[in-house]
């Protein structure tokens, strides 16, 4: 029976105990994983294998007890600082030992302080603990690094460049959670699984996208001081948005292997127009949110917040992809904090007819309605809506709005599986079609990079306050222009 050892740096951190564990607990409860699992908690403070054992079952729901006693026997932890050349080296035979005399494949994963990737890696390298031929079916070893990837392309390169030093890019698997859930694999799953959608999915008929991805929180959880060192640009739309984005306008992929997904992602965030300092300061719409009926707290008056910060909770950018599909269709990316409601979704906003054959050119109306679009709700559920006109019955020509819906509820028996649950499974199995590829995350931050070099230049628009619980700023609706329309409202 072939051992998989996951080897979880952070052991005693949030994440191991709120997304990590569970997700592999879900997977056994599934059924998912083949052989024998051996999980290895590494971090400083003293704890036993008992005591860590006990800390991660009152994590899980009672349901999931049963499924934990049967793993947790396989789980151990062991103290010792990733930073220490002599303690790798003393847990590479404690793995050995574990192993008695197989050749597991591990899993190294980094659930520690992004300041840690690139030091962990080199110690690992140097103790020998992540050589591996390619392709290996047993002994294998890969790393799972989490977000952030560095704060800037600078940052980025540096830490790919160490990555890629000790590591071959089949073995890193750097993680967006995003691409983990459900309702975002399904848009590629809908774009090239159906052909109706796809001959209309370009310039030729789409007049402009919206991806916004609203949340609802603010800083809970004394998240203020962490979240002040990133802003929603850096939080938000390097990764996420960006990725949706990806997902939206990319070319269809020759397959779904790993490299012929990302390739084609690269080449669409390649694409991305790089705003100047004057595109952003026209473009590109920064805001924070400010108390109101809604909310006790403005971003300024939360635990950990510097006075005076600048950090931006919201961001609204019309962007441009400079490729034969998509020149001249605006994008319209929008992400916010303390927002009217907490969802994802994207819009393809179709053009309008060419001719209005049954009322003919409207005396004195300024824009014609738009009566097509494409509403891809990600979450909180998954819709897929599609909007066209009817004619109202009755003897006159007059036209109303008419709608399409799947609700994803309908066809699903089971709670849809949490991201970290796949992405997990496909680190151990070897799959990286959801994992970031280095260039890729390079090509996002030049794009964000380059908004915020806009903001510290000379004429700058300056951030704008907004209530908590409204669709953020007034100034984000003049980065539609003409007939454009304006923001969808969410469901
Ligand atoms: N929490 C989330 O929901 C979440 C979501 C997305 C991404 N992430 C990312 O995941 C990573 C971990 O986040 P977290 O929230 O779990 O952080 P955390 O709660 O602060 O945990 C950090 C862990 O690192 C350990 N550690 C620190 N220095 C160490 C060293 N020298 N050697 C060994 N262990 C060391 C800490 O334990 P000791 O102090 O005992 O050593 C602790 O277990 C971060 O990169 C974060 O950005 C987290």
Not at 120 to 134: D, H, K, N, R, T
Not at 141 to 162: I, S, W
Not at 190 to 206: D, G
Not at 392 to 398: I, L, R, V
Request: glycine content about 10%.
């Amino acid at each position: 029976m072939p051992i998989t050892q996951i080897v979880i740096f952070g052991a005693s951190g949030d994440l191991t105990a709120r997304k990590l564990i569970p997700a592999l607990v879900g997977n056994a409860r599934a059924g998912s994983l083949e052989g024998e699992i051996q999980v290895i908690g590494v971090s400083r403070s003293s704890r036993t294998s008992e005591a860590w054992r006990d800390e991660l079952a009152r994590w899980l729901p009672d349901s999931d007890l049963p499924v934990w006693r049967a793993l947790a026997p396989h789980v151990h932890y062991i103290a010792g600082s990733v930073l220490s050349a002599d303690f790798l080296a003393g847990l590479s035979a404690k793995l050995d030992d574990l192993a008695a005399g197989e050749n597991p494949g591990r899993l190294f994963y980094l659930a520690l302080k992004p300041t840690l990737f690139a030091p962990v890696v080199e110690g690992l390298s140097a103790a020998g603990m992540i050589q591996c031929p390619p392709g290996a079916e047993e002994g294998w070893r890969r790393v799972v690094v989490e977000k952030p990837f560095g704060t800037d392309l600078q940052t980025a390169m540096a830490l790919n460049r160490v990555l890629l030093s000790h590591l071959r890019e089949d073995q890193i698997f750097r993680i967006d959670h995003y691409l983990g859930k459900e309702t975002v694999q399904n848009i590629l799953a809908f774009r090239f699984q159906n052909a109706i959608f796809e001959p209309l999915w370009s310039r030729e008929h789409v007049e402009s996208v919206e991806i916004s991805v609203c949340e609802e929180v603010g800083m809970e959880g004394g998240r203020g001081g962490y979240y002040d060192t990133a802003g929603a640009l850096r939080d938000m739309v390097q990764n996420h948005v960006l990725q949706v984005l990806a997902l939206i306008a990319m070319e269809p992929p020759a397959s779904m292997a790993a490299d012929a997904v990302r390739s084609e992602k690269v080449k669409v965030l390649s694409s991305l127009r790089i705003p100047s300092p004057a595109e952003v300061a026209r473009d590109v719409v920064r805001g924070q949110y400010l108390a109101s009926e809604a909310r006790v707290s403005g971003y300024l008056q939360e635990q950990g917040v510097p006075d005076g910060s600048d950090t931006e909770t919201y961001v609204a950018i019309r962007a441009g992809i400079d490729n034969w599909r998509w020149s001249g269709v605006p994008f319209f990316l929008r992400t916010g904090k303390c927002m009217h409601q907490r969802y994802t979704e994207v819009i393809l906003n179709f053009r309008v007819p060419p001719v209005d054959l049954l009322n003919g050119p409207v005396q004195g109306a300024a824009c014609a309605m738009r009566p097509n679009s494409l509403h891809l709700l990600i979450q909180p559920h998954e819709q897929i809506r599609l909007g066209f006109l009817v004619k109202q019955p009755g003897p006159g020509t007059m036209m109303r709005p008419a709608m399409l819906k799947f609700d994803y509820r309908d066809i699903q028996t089971e709670p849809t599986a949490p991201a970290y649950q796949r992405l997990l499974l496909d680190a151990i199995e070897g799959n990286a079609t959801l994992f970031i590829r280095g260039d890729e995350t390079e090509a996002a931050w030049r794009f964000a990079d380059a908004i915020r070099e806009g903001w510290q230049a000379p004429g700058a628009d300056p951030i704008h306050g907004y209530h908590a619980g409204s669709m953020g700023p007034a100034a984000a609706d003049a980065l539609f222009r003409g007939c454009e329309g304006t923001w969808g409202r969410g469901s």
